[in-house]
């Protein structure tokens, strides 16, 4: 499978992967120039924290092995795939429980700010043929896609 | 090897997927009583008619096809263990060469008045149950619900949702009592007021008498209250469904007692979920499917496989009502000696109870995005000091590590 490595060192916090992530699952059409950063439709599905010295860890999902979202799921909503071994989401599906949320040990997953009625979770950018814009748009390098 | 499973929910549907994994080959059997796989963490969704039963189930198109696992909906009435055999309803005989009983559990209708005999008070556990309490609700205006727990509050929201008027009788001064504190619980309280529905806390249902028709139309609280209503969904606790195991010399108390491998007392035969009476919680049940199925098919641990139920953690649940999030963990009550610590403004209640660094508990409502860190700093008991933050502050940031493959580890 494939997964997203993290040099946190690398990262300077710049939060180009959270607006191409927001860019790349926005609803409306149009360019990064006019995503609204303000509006709670548009989340990302990746963070960028600060530990307690000021430096930056980049909070990607692992699509895990043995993933905990996908353990705690009751409506069957999240699956791991065996094939290409990602973690997918059917929003469809989804039950609302946020049992996920509750579940990550990294605290990757949160429901979606407007409705609650669906989780936010990285998809790996499916819709772009499975080439995450966040690493396409990390300038540093401190994000990368690996054959795992 | 012949696999035999009975049971269809968290546990059992977990199982029989893992076992196909290890062993393709395999037969698995599934004996379950309902046809319909479903998940009931959605039942309020179905009385609510925002699903149908279909619609409930957890399980992929074609599942049972797909894994070759045979199906039977039957009643297991008994097993013999020394002839390797369940006995079903229909008195066909299933052998098997490991056994997992995943049965889950059954409403306990309290022995008060005539609730047991009453054919219009209902448990809320099962599809069956559901649909039971969908047909008759079509003929009702009042329901009464025994039980603001989360299966009460269930059938409350599913059926307010109905147009039918609900009042909850609760025996604890506040609603959710085992999840929520008095802050958390008003919250929804008020949401479910707001949407019509009445409470009576801190009072019990007294008595309950059936009129000629075979139906309780009224019940009387301890306060001296009466409360007329067509029909009853009681949300009182449910207890392991065992009954089937007598003479079977599988060892069985308040649930079936299995060891970390869910192996029960007799060789051969394990159980996982509910029936277990280890957790009621829906990640636990998978869990231990998951590791009885991994031991039934003789795995070895090795690493990234665990055959042990080792993460038992299950003071856990997340509540989602009328668009209200809360997540609770571990204790809810502080202890002389605890420290308390909340933060709170017009959207979000966080609550967090510390000792010597400790998180014991703590409870956040409104907003639960990224909280999954707290789960497992509670139940790896983590000192969260030192870090530079405040408390709500913390994120996997602060315990950031990397392994091999990319993984992410706790560093702490």
């Not at chain 2, 149950?129 to 599913?158: F, P, R, S, T």
């Not at chain 2, 409470?199 to 019990?204: E, N, Q, V, Y």
């Not at chain 2, 990234?304 to 856990?316: L, M």
């Amino acid at each position: 499978m494939r997964r997203i490595i993290v040099e946190y060192e690398k990262c300077d916090g710049c939060k180009n992967c959270s607006v191409a992530c927001m860019q790349a699952h926005r609803k409306s059409a149009g360019t990064v120039y006019d995503l609204d950063l303000t509006s709670p439709e548009n989340e990302s599905r990746n963070f960028i924290y600060q530990a307690g010295d000021g430096t930056y860890r980049p909070i990607f999902c692992r699509h895990c092995d043995e993933p905990e979202c996908v353990m705690s799921c009751m409506s069957g909503a999240l699956k791991k795939d065996a094939a290409s071994g990602l973690v997918t989401y059917d929003e469809k599906r989804c039950g609302s429980c946020f049992m996920c949320v509750m579940n990550c040990p990294f605290g990757v997953l949160k429901p979606d700010r407007t409705t609650r009625t669906k989780v936010i979770k990285c998809d790996f950018c499916a819709q772009d043929g499975g080439e995450p814009n966040c690493v396409k748009s990390c300038p540093k390098g401190a994000i990368h896609v690996e054959e795992v | 090897m012949m696999h035999v499973i009975i049971g269809g929910g968290a546990a059992g549907i977990t199982a029989a997927r893992e076992i196909r994994g290890w062993q393709p080959d395999a037969q698995i059997v599934m004996i379950c009583s309902d046809e319909q796989v479903h998940s009931r963490c959605m039942l309020h969704k179905y009385l609510s008619h925002e699903r149908t039963a279909e619609e409930l189930d957890f399980t992929e198109k074609g599942f049972f096809e797909k894994n070759q696992i045979v199906q039977i909906c039957d009643r297991v009435v008994s097993v013999d263990t020394a002839d390797k055999e369940v006995c079903l309803a229909s008195d066909r005989k299933i052998a098997y060469d490991r056994l997992l009983i995943a049965t889950g559990a059954e409403s306990v209708i309290p022995p008060v008045g005539d609730l047991r005999k009453a054919e219009n008070v209902f448990g809320l556990r099962h599809l069956s149950d559901a649909q039971k309490i969908d047909k008759m609700a079509e003929d009702a205006e009042e329901i009464l619900v025994i039980g603001a727990g989360l299966v009460g509050l269930d059938a409350a929201y599913g059926l307010q949702e109905r147009g039918k008027k609900v009042t909850v009788v609760e025996m604890a001064p506040r609603i959710l009592p085992v999840q929520l504190d008095e802050h958390g619980a008003t919250a929804y309280q008020e949401l479910f007021e707001r949407a019509g529905v009445s409470f009576r806390l801190w009072c019990s249902v007294q008595n309950a008498v059936c009129g000629a028709d075979n139906r309780i139309h009224s019940v009387e609280l301890d306060s001296g209250e009466t409360i007329s209503c067509d029909m009853i969904v009681v949300a009182a606790g449910v207890r392991p469904s065992v009954g089937f195991l007598e003479g079977s010399g599988i060892k069985a108390e308040r649930g079936i007692e299995v060891n970390s491998r869910m192996e029960t007392s007799v060789k051969d035969v394990y159980a996982a979920g509910d029936v277990t009476g280890l957790s009621g919680i829906w990640p636990n049940a998978m869990k231990q499917g998951k590791m009885a199925a991994r031991n039934m098919c003789g795995v070895k641990p090795m690493p990234g496989v665990d055959t042990e139920y080792a993460d038992t953690f299950a003071d856990k649940n997340t509540i989602n009502f009328f668009g209200l999030v809360t997540l609770c963990l571990g204790a809810l009550q502080p202890e002389e000696g605890d420290e308390v610590q909340v933060q709170e403004d017009m959207h979000i209640y966080r609550r967090a109870i510390l000792r010597d660094g400790k998180v014991r508990g703590i409870l956040l409502q409104g907003d639960i995005s990224n909280s999954g860190i707290w789960q497992y700093i509670i139940k790896n008991q983590i000192d969260v000091r030192g870090k530079g933050k405040k408390l709500f502050q913390l994120t996997f940031a602060d315990y950031f590590g990397t392994g091999e493959r990319g993984k992410y580890v706790w560093n702490v």
